[in-house]
Nanobody, 122 residues
Framework: QVQLEESGGGLVQAGGSLRLSCTAS????????MGWFRQAPGKEREFVAG????????DYADSVKGRFTISRDNAKNTMYLQMNSLTFEDTAVYYC???????????????WGQGTQVTVSS
C-alpha cells in the first residue's frame, strides 16, 4: 500500500522560511516522479514543484521560482520543499504526490498525501 506523509507545515511570518518533507512507503521511490501541489481556500489545486527520480531534473511554477527548492533523498524515501521569502499568497494546504515515470507536470499524479497546512501571516 502506497503512503505519502507530509510534515513541516505551520504558521510563519511573511518573509520567513519553512521546509516541508514528504516520506513515502510502498513504492519504488527512486523510480517515481515526486511533486508538490497546493490548494488555497477557494482556489483550485495547483502545481508547485516537481522532481524526477534521479533528482537531477526539477520544474517549478513561475510563482515560486527563485524562492522554493525541491529536493529528494532516495536513500530515505523522502522529498523536501524548502520555501523561502514566503508571502501571504503562499498560504495553502500543500500536498505531496507521486507517479511512476519521468515527466514532471503531465500526466496526472497517481498517489497523494493528506496535505499539510502552511499559513503565512502578513
Amino acid at each position: 500500500q502506497v503512503q505519502l506523509e507530509e510534515s513541516g507545515g505551520g504558521l510563519v511570518q511573511a518573509g520567513g522560511s519553512l521546509r516541508l518533507s514528504c516520506t513515502a512507503s510502498g513504492l519504488p521511490f527512486s523510480r517515481h516522479v515526486m511533486g508538490w501541489f497546493r490548494q488555497a481556500p477557494g482556489k483550485e489545486r495547483e502545481f508547485v514543484a516537481g522532481i524526477r527520480g534521479s533528482g537531477e531534473i526539477t520544474d517549478y511554477a513561475d510563482s515560486v521560482k527563485g524562492r522554493f527548492t525541491i529536493s529528494r533523498d532516495n536513500a530515505k524515501n523522502t522529498m523536501y520543499l524548502q520555501m523561502n521569502s514566503l508571502t501571504f499568497e503562499d498560504t495553502a494546504v500543500y500536498y505531496c504526490a507521486s507517479k511512476y515515470g519521468s515527466l514532471i507536470k503531465t500526466p496526472a499524479y497517481t498517489f497523494w498525501g493528506q496535505g499539510t497546512q502552511v499559513t503565512v501571516s502578513s
